[in-house]
């Protein structure tokens, strides 16, 4: 595995880490439905977040949390849709950004809820 994949899997389980100590239940990762590929789906009360994550090392300039674009927003509520209907929920639906970024040694993670909506 290239090390972009293995510091992607880090950034990944390092937001897992984190929605479980806010109090989220973590439903599922990597959840695939056509082409679409969820990172997590966490439950807290009513609401199923559903969470991609983006991780970068520090000096990238973009803002990540907005390289989301509307392809891949549009695939993100289709695979949304079939895991609610799989397994019949009856939930409020919110699109997350968990941003990851490395600092040196440690990490800074930045959790925008809402971030985009799929009406």
């Known amino acids: 595995m290239g090390k972009h994949n293995e510091f992607g899997k880090q950034g990944e389980q390092l937001a897992v880490d ?9 439903l599922a990762r990597n959840y695939r439905f056509g082409k679409a590929e969820i990172d997590i789906i966490a439950r807290q009360g009513e609401t ?18 907005t390289t989301i674009n509307a392809k891949k927003q ?28 490395k600092k040196e040694v440690n990490f800074e993670i930045d959790h925008l809820e809402d971030a985009f909506y799929f009406f």
């Open 18 to 26: 984190y929605l479980f100590g806010k109090g989220y239940k973590i």
């Open 74 to 101: 549009g695939l993100l509520v289709q695979a949304a849709d079939q895991y609610v209907q799989e397994n019949n929920l009856d939930v409020e639906v919110r699109f997350d950004v968990i941003t990851v970024i």
């Open 48 to 65: 199923l977040a559903i969470v991609e994550v983006k991780s970068r090392n520090t000096g990238f300039l973009e803002d990540i949390s």
